[in-house]
C-alpha cells in the first residue's frame, strides 16, 4: 500500500546494537540513550549469527557494523501509528560518535542531551576534540596492547605485550593530566558526563585483559563517577567484563595448550 501524501508522517528511529556485550561503540551509544530515556526503538543484532550481513541491512548500511541508526517514515493510521510493512527507511547513519551527535541534534529539547552536548560553541568544540581524542589516539593504543591478549590478533612476545601495556599506561597518564582535573568529575573539567565520557569510558575496560594492570588512579576514580552518574552503563559493564576475562582466558588456554603440542597453527 503506497503512503498517502495526505497522510500523516511520522518518524521512528531504529538504533541496531550488537548484542555481544564487548562492543565499546555500542556501549556508548546504548548508554547514552538509555540514560537521556531517548525515544528510540533498540534493535539487538547477534553478532555471532552475522545479522548484520543480511543483504536488507547491507542496503542500510554497507559497512556492516554497529551502531547503526535507522530513520522510517510511516503513515499514521487512523492515529495506530504505520505498520511495519508502509514504512521506508529514509535516513540510515553510522559511525558511533557520528550517531551521538545526531542524537543531540536530533532531540535537543532532553535534558541529557543539553548537559551531554552543550550549545556553547566552546564548551562544544572542546568535547569535539576530545571525541577526536578517543577515537585517533586513545582508543587504537589500548586495541594495540589488548588485541592480541583477546585472541583477535596473533599473539605477541611477553616484551612486546609489556612495552604495549606500557605506551598505553604512559598515555593514560597524560590523558589524565591533560583532561581530568581534581575540581571537576568528568573530562574537560566538567561536572556531568558529556559525550566525549560515553565515548571515552566503556572501551578503557579492555584494559582488564591483562591480569594486575591498573588504571591510574585518577582514571580509576573517573571510570568510578561516570558508573555513579549514568546508572545504565553498570550492568553493560559488569558484562563487558565477563567476557573480556572470558576471551583472555581462552585464548591464553588455546596458546597453551598449541605450545604444549608444538602445534604450528596460529590462533
Ligand atoms: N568506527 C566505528 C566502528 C564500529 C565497529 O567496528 N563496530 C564493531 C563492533 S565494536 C562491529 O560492528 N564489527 C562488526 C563488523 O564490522 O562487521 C564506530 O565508531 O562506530
Not at 13 to 18: A, F, I, P, Q
Request: glycine share 4%.
Amino acid at each position: 500500500q503506497r503512503m498517502s501524501k495526505a497522510a500523516r508522517r511520522c518518524l521512528e528511529t531504529v538504533l541496531y546494537y550488537h548484542s555481544t556485550d564487548i562492543s565499546p561503540t555500542c556501549t556508548m551509544v546504548v548508554a547514552f540513550a538509555r540514560h537521556a530515556k531517548l525515544p528510540l526503538v533498540f534493535k539487538e543484532m547477534s553478532y555471532e549469527k552475522g545479522d548484520r550481513f543480511a543483504k536488507g541491512f547491507l542496503k542500510l548500511n554497507p559497512y556492516h557494523c554497529l551502531p547503526t541508526l535507522v530513520e522510517s517514515t510511516a503513515s499514521e493510521v487512523s492515529g495506530a501509528g504505520g505498520s511495519r510493512e508502509d514504512q521506508k527507511a529514509e535516513f540510515s547513519l553510522w559511525e558511533s560518535q557520528a550517531v551521538l551527535r545526531y542524537l543531540c541534534a536530533r532531540f535537543p529539547e532532553n535534558e541529557a542531551v543539553q548537559k551531554a552536548y552543550p550549545t556553547d560553541i566552546r564548551a562544544r568544540a572542546k568535547i569535539d576534540q576530545m571525541l577526536d581524542y578517543r577515537h585517533c589516539t586513545l582508543y587504537p593504543l589500548v586495541c594495540k596492547a589488548t588485541n592480541s591478549l583477546l585472541g583477535y590478533l596473533d599473539a605477541i612476545s611477553e616484551e612486546e605485550l609489556r612495552s604495549r601495556y606500557k605506551t598505553m599506561d604512559e598515555e593514560l597518564h597524560r590523558f589524565a593530566a591533560t583532561y581530568l582535573d581534581s575540581k571537576a568529575d568528568f573530562a574537560g573539567g566538567m561536572d556531568t558526563p558529556t559525550l566525549a565520557d560515553y565515548s571515552i569510558v566503556p572501551g578503557l575496560a579492555f584494559t582488564t585483559a591483562r591480569k594486575g594492570y591498573q588504571l591510574p588512579a585518577r582514571v580509576e576514580r573517573y571510570v568510578d563517577a561516570f558508573l555513579k552518574a549514568v546508572p545504565t552503563y553498570a550492568p553493560m559493564r559488569a558484562g563487558f567484563l565477563r567476557k573480556v576475562a572470558e576471551l583472555a582466558k581462552a585464548t591464553e588456554d588455546k596458546r597453551r595448550l598449541e605450545r604444549a603440542s608444538g602445534s604450528q597453527y596460529k590462533s
